[in-house]
Nanobody, 125 residues
Framework: QVQLVESGGGLVQAGGSLRLSCAAS????????MGWFRQAPGKERDIVAA????????YYVDSVKGRFTISRDNAKNTVYLQMNSLKPEDTAVYYCAAEGRPFYYSVVVRDYDYWGQGTQVTVSS
């Protein structure tokens, strides 16, 4: 059974930092792009950041550039999202996901086949 399990969410004041982790089990994703997505109440799920299978390519949505960093450790089958200088508008449920096709790199939500259950991030003003 393939599972992606996020951790590291929580409540933080504006300007603070959180580090999200996503540990995969059941299969290896070392040849698959990984991404972080978020969904705020009443809004669609949008991509936040993505990283290619070998970390050669990364993508960030404009609103988090310079504040968030995505990274992965293929030996641990884990992807991370370091979030600094958090803002109230970053409040959302954050999901990690894996692209199903090996060696593909996508920033489109529908291209991601495996999803975690999500972790809540709340930034207070």
């Amino acid at each position: 059974q393939v599972q992606l399990v996020e951790s590291g969410g929580g409540l933080v004041q504006a300007g603070g930092s959180l580090r999200l982790s996503c540990a995969a089990s059941g299969r290896t994703f070392s040849n698959n792009a990984m991404g972080w997505f978020r969904q705020a109440p009443g809004k669609e799920r949008d991509i936040v950041a993505a990283v290619s299978w070998n970390s050669g390519c990364t993508y960030y949505v404009d609103s988090v550039k310079g504040r968030f960093t995505i990274s992965r450790d293929n030996a641990k089958n884990t992807v991370y999202l370091q979030m600094n200088s958090l803002k109230p508008e970053d409040t959302a449920v954050y999901y990690c996901a894996a692209e199903g096709r090996p060696f593909y790199y996508s920033v489109v939500v529908r291209d991601y086949d495996y999803w975690g259950q999500g972790t809540q991030v709340t930034v207070s003003s």
